[in-house]
């Protein structure tokens, strides 16, 4: 079975510096990868995927991802933060079933703060 | 305005009383899905649905029952609520195509079994 690991519980960062949310990721085959935010009552926000294609990808509001398979990550970015990011971030894989559908698997969720 | 609507969005109620919390969606996705969240649990998935009459059990299926009927609805049911069932709940829903888009989220429902 497919899993997702994101091993930081919180990250705290100064606006305007970089910020970096880790995500590492077991599947077998090829990895479907995404990440959602979550924002104080709010439902969740789709950012970014991978899918296929380039290790880079952006996303919404300024954010990338970097795919890596030899390290089987899958970590989230943003070059400068600003407060408005403080958030609840998922990272997300698909988990294919035994019928041709597909569960998702939700990493814990690791909360951002960014101060001022 | 394409979007999922949960109702109810809080709902405080009694171990055994049988509740059901709706989901609907309006851009003819065919996957749906439910998630519970907990503190330090991240979203588990509960069930969802490839497409009408195709259900299928997540990782945490169990005092849950749902059903496909419609396209786009995807109700979800508490046959005995128990108070480990107390959790804020999320439906979602996405097209799935040639490979799994991205889920558009409702609002969540907020349930406390007493």
């Known amino acids: 079975a497919q899993s997702v690991a994101q091993p930081e519980d919180q990250v705290n960062v100064a606006e305007g510096n970089p910020l970096t949310v880790k995500c590492t990721y077991s599947v077998s085959g090829n990895p479907y990868l995404f990440w959602y935010v979550q924002y104080p009552n709010r439902g969740l926000q789709f950012l970014l995927k991978?899918?296929?294609?380039?290790?880079l990808v952006k996303g919404s509001y300024g954010f990338e991802a970097e795919f890596n398979k030899s390290q089987t990550s899958f970590h989230l970015k943003k070059p400068s933060a600003l407060v408005s990011d403080s958030a609840l971030y998922f990272c997300?894989?698909?988990?294919?079933?035994?019928?041709?559908?597909?569960?998702?698997?939700f990493g814990a969720g690791t909360r951002l703060f960014v101060k001022a | 305005e394409a979007q999922v609507t949960q109702n109810p969005r809080y709902l405080i109620t009694v171990t055994g009383k049988k509740l059901t919390v709706t989901c609907s969606q309006n851009?003819?996705?065919?996957?749906m899905s439910w998630y519970r969240q907990d503190p330090g649990l991240g979203l588990r998935q509960i069930y969802y649905s490839m497409n009408v009459e195709v259900t299928d059990k997540g990782d945490v299926p169990e005092g849950y029952k749902v059903s496909r009927k419609e396209k786009r609805n995807f109700p979800l049911i508490l046959e005995s609520p128990s108070p480990n069932q107390t959790s804020l709940y999320f439906c979602?829903?996405?097209?799935?195509?040639?490979?799994?888009?991205?889920?558009?989220f409702g609002p969540g429902t907020r349930l406390t079994v007493l």
């Open positions: 991978y899918i296929t294609g380039d290790n």
């Open positions: 979602a829903s996405s097209h799935t195509g040639t490979g799994p888009d991205t889920q558009y």
């Open positions: 997300a894989v698909r988990d294919p079933d035994n019928t041709g559908g597909f569960k998702t698997i």
């Open positions: 851009m003819n996705h065919e996957y």
